[in-house]
């Protein structure tokens, strides 16, 4: 048996639909994640590495974002893309993002992206936050499937969480490094088990390598990982 079964990974998803209303709190620092002014002004710079980072790849035609969650790639992604399919598995989460986004050319879909099969070829996929949440045994599946969506000269951009303690709040400190079970808590005290991965950036990229994608992998100084490429031999 897989040690993160269809029933975890349902409950997992249970977390994310329940946690669309204060997923924001998180990223814009607010709340529970409020780690005081020096702290937050040094995550915030941190994001404005990773947009510029984002921005000078200046994405065109059609962009897929897998776990699109509440927007705060989409709108960016839908400046200078043409048309941009934005994927969730949460249809609060595409709710949220969009009313947020209010972009013609965006098209929003609901999917379960550990069945998500590509139908089609796209100029750019983007995943935000989202390979930290794949169980180990399903992460070649997925990073296959990256590749098969990318055309042949496509670029592939991603960008996810270092492991430091003020990612999180103080009432969820993190698990063992070995450990890739964590629970997570609602601002109502909710918990629910969620997959939970960090990684180094030659590990990660030697895992691209494995499925022809040669990326350059970065990190931020304290809080984000995140990098870009395309598939081998473009």
Not at 179 to 196: A, M, Q, S, W
Request: net charge negative; aromatic share 14%; charged share 25%.
């Amino acid at each position: 048996m897989p040690e993160f079964d269809s029933a975890f990974l349902a409950l997992q998803q249970e977390y994310y639909n329940a946690r669309a209303p204060e997923y924001n709190e998180w990223w814009e620092r607010r709340g529970r994640y409020d780690h005081g002014p020096e702290a937050n002004a040094q995550w915030f710079r941190e994001q404005e590495e990773v947009y510029a980072a984002l921005a000078g790849l200046h994405l065109t035609g059609h962009v897929l974002e897998l776990a699109c969650g509440t927007g705060n790639w989409t709108g960016l992604l839908a400046r200078t893309a043409r048309q941009v399919t934005a994927l969730d598995g949460s249809a609060e989460m595409l709710e949220i993002n969009r009313r947020r986004v209010q972009s013609a050319s965006v098209e929003y879909l609901q999917s379960d992206l550990f069945r998500w099969q590509p139908e089609r070829t796209y100029d750019a996929v983007f995943f935000g936050f989202w390979i930290s949440h794949v169980p180990p045994e399903q992460f070649d599946a997925f990073l296959d499937k990256v590749h098969q969506a990318l055309r042949p000269d496509g670029v592939v951009f991603f960008v996810d969480s270092r492991r430091d303690p003020l990612t999180t709040t103080s009432d969820q400190p993190l698990p063992p490094e070995e450990e890739t079970r964590y629970v997570r808590r609602l601002n109502d005290g909710r918990e629910f088990p969620i997959v939970k991965r960090y990684y180094e950036p030659a590990a990660l990229r030697a895992q691209f390598e494995q499925h022809s994608l040669a990326v350059e992998v970065r990190e931020t100084e304290r809080f984000f990982i995140y990098g870009w490429g395309s598939p081998r031999g473009a």
